[in-house]
């Protein structure tokens, strides 16, 4: 069966196209660098971009799996959590292809994508899995009893772990997003050089914003000059620290309820200290650990095709009416 996912929820236009729900025919992402010179997403300019590029990714979409609109049986679309403006986008534009051509539309949630990254990578493992969400909008720690069936753990109290990276990378005066570049700096930098505190929240929630605020402080303490030196071991120092919270607390979990396995997923996921720690540190426990590939971490189509179509298999297909929801979840 041939699915098309289409993807806009944020700052991403994405199309991909799927044969069964596993085989990726095509995945193209386009990524609006509009906001880079804002430090952050603008919501508006992120729809007027989506509307820009949404036919042309959808064909490249098409061209690169060698097929044509006829080709399609389905069409998932990501239908909440995300900017009610973008989110719009790619929704009516899904609507509208399912109409003409008469096909089933089907509504994805956009964290159940994420972790349907992890379901397209690794096609053979099964739940009960735990499941950890770290984006730019979500942190979230979660029991994945199966397919289609989630147990919420515990989530941030107030920064996403990815948003507390984009912050961190405008106080470092780095380009936006900051996770990918606070990543690179920190390879030159110590992460044992600056002691940020880890903090302490009840269970398996987790804050970032007084991390985040430790940088602002110890960056104020600073001459320019020393800003610049000390730029590196400030990236290597946070990182360490976010990714300590994230270990810490998944582990904990693991243990409290004998889940073996842990599938992290989400932009976060794409980070090297953060898959290279979880390994580390989960061998010595025995547990097992998974990430998708890093091209299907941050924001695509394919996940989205992927959950999509375990949706479609369900009978779980949309009407034309469906509306676009800002703040859905999963759980
Ligand atoms: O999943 P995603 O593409 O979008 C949301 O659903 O939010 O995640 C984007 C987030 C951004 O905050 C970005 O800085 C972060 O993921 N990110 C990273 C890395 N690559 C993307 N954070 C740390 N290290 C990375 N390599
Ligand atoms: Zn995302």
Redesign the pocket.
């Known amino acids: 069966m041939i699915i098309l996912g289409i993807e806009t929820?944020?700052d991403?236009t994405a199309a991909a196209v799927l044969r069964d729900g596993k085989e990726i025919l095509s995945n193209v992402v386009y990524s609006q660098d509009i906001h880079s010179q804002y430090g952050g997403v603008v919501p508006e300019l992120a729809s007027r971009d989506h509307i820009k590029n949404i036919i042309p990714v959808v064909r490249k979409s098409l061209d690169d799996a060698d097929l044509s609109l006829s080709d399609l049986e389905a069409i998932a679309v990501t239908q909440s959590p995300g900017l009610i403006g973008s989110l719009l986008v790619g929704l009516s534009f899904a609507k509208s292809l399912s109409f003409s051509l008469d096909i089933p539309l089907i509504a994805v949630n956009?964290l159940e994508g994420?972790i349907y990254a992890n379901f397209l990578t690794h096609p053979e493992f099964n739940p009960p899995l735990l499941g950890l969400i770290?984006?730019?909008?979500?942190t979230d720690l979660l029991i994945i009893e199966e397919r289609g069936k989630y147990q919420l753990l515990g989530s941030t109290l107030d920064d996403?772990?990815?948003?507390a990276?984009?912050k961190v990378?405008n106080l470092l005066e780095l380009s936006y997003?900051?996770?990918?570049e606070?990543?690179k700096l920190a390879l030159k930098g110590n992460p044992n050089a600056i002691p940020f505190p880890v903090g302490s929240v009840k269970e398996y929630d987790f804050s970032f914003s007084g991390l985040k605020t430790s940088v602002l402080y110890y960056l104020r303490k600073l001459t320019e000059e020393e800003k610049e030196k000390q730029k590196a071991n400030i990236a290597a120092s946070f990182?360490k620290t976010a990714v300590t919270m994230l270990v810490k607390k998944s582990i904990k979990a693991m243990r409290e309820f004998k889940i073996m396995k842990i599938a992290v997923s989400?932009?976060?996921a794409?980070?090297?200290c953060?898959r290279e720690r979880f390994f580390r540190e989960a061998k010595k426990e025995g547990f097992e650990v998974y990430f998708p590939h890093k091209i299907i971490?941050?924001?695509n189509a394919a996940m989205i095709a992927a959950c999509g179509y375990d949706h479609y298999k369900r009978g779980d297909i949309a009407s034309l009416s469906v509306k676009a929801e800002p703040t859905e979840t999963i759980y």
């Not at 770290?134 to 979500?138: F, T």
């Not at 997003?177 to 990918?180: A, I, N, S």
């Open positions: 929820s944020c991403e956009h994420h770290v984006s730019g909008g979500h996403a772990c990815g948003e990276f984009d990378g997003p900051g996770g990918p606070i990543e990182q989400g932009g976060v794409a980070n090297e953060l971490c941050t924001d």
